[in-house]
């Protein structure tokens, strides 16, 4: 049993994920928790990666005193050690493979302008010293989004990826000047950490992250209109298939957040 999962540690290495040190803690009686450590010389961008697999997981992110190394430890009221390295390893195998074009990308050179991990760590985030943030209801703003993707904007914020302002791109909802390029704005505040998960969506979709300008929000967007209308349709495809893989971790970290029932589609 523990051979499997030591070989699943090990294969983490053909997604680039460079493993420094893991203890299963499978046999020694709970006594400590299970803990994977991998270093920062992974593929540029892989902290809020990491992050994502470890809150669907229900496992938990950190960084050492050095920030050099990132450790994922198990759960405290872990009942099955086997389980849990198991439902790690697969969701990491699941979120890889998805990010497997944006990891050749980063291979070719088109390195991440933004680093989630330094702004996270670094920016000021005054919004998290106040009351809990309330998002807005999709219906209160649906009517001023480009035509082309209200069902787009409306399905991501059912999805739990509340958005504040977005752009499609596409001249035919822009007639009387020319569109932005194709955009979207998220609360990064809706509930905690979901900033790393909306730097995954947009790397598993093909879009690009960054901080808004205000210090807080995620922005990601496109570089040309080409194909706009493919590339909202994959991000909310992603974006079901995100949501269905954080639900348990996003019910815990903030249980009121209501996600739309409906059959979510697997990439």
């Known amino acids: 049993m523990t051979s499997k999962i030591e070989k699943g540690i090990r294969d983490l290495s053909k997604y680039d994920l460079v493993v420094k040190r893991f203890n299963l803690a499978i046999d020694e009686n709970q006594a400590r928790l299970p803990e994977l450590e991998f270093d920062r010389a992974s593929y540029p961008g892989f902290e809020a990666h990491l992050y994502t697999i470890a809150d669907a997981a229900l496992w938990t992110p950190k960084l050492d005193s050095t920030d050099d190394v990132l450790v994922l430890k198990g759960p405290r009221d872990i009942i099955d050690p086997y389980y849990s390295w198991k439902r790690l390893l697969d969701i990491t195998n699941r979120i890889m493979k998805y990010l497997e074009f944006h990891r050749q990308e980063v291979k070719h050179g088109i390195i991440p302008s933004t680093n989630w991990l330094f702004n996270e760590n670094q920016w000021y985030r005054k919004n998290w010293d106040h009351p809990q943030h309330k998002t807005s209801a999709v219906d209160e703003f649906l009517a001023s989004v480009d035509e082309s993707i209200q069902a787009h904007i409306k399905e991501l914020n059912d999805l ?67 194909d ?12 079901r298939t995100l949501a269905r893989l954080l639900q348990h971790y996003r019910t815990t970290v903030k249980p009121d957040l209501v996600v739309a029932r409906q059959q979510f589609q697997i990439l």
């Not at 504040?164 to 390029?181: A, F, I, N, V, W």
């Not at 706009?228 to 974006?239: G, M």
């Open 160 to 226: 739990g990826f509340p958005t504040t302002q977005s752009c499609s791109g596409m001249e035919k909802d822009h007639r009387d000047r020319e569109p932005y390029l194709p955009y979207v704005m998220f609360d990064e505040r809706a509930y905690q950490r979901s900033s790393a998960h909306l730097f995954t969506l947009a790397d598993i979709s093909g879009w690009i992250p960054s901080y808004g300008p205000h210090n807080f929000d995620i922005e990601i967007r496109l570089l040309d209109s080409t």
């Open 228 to 239: 706009a209308e493919a590339c909202w349709d994959k991000l909310v495809t992603s974006a």
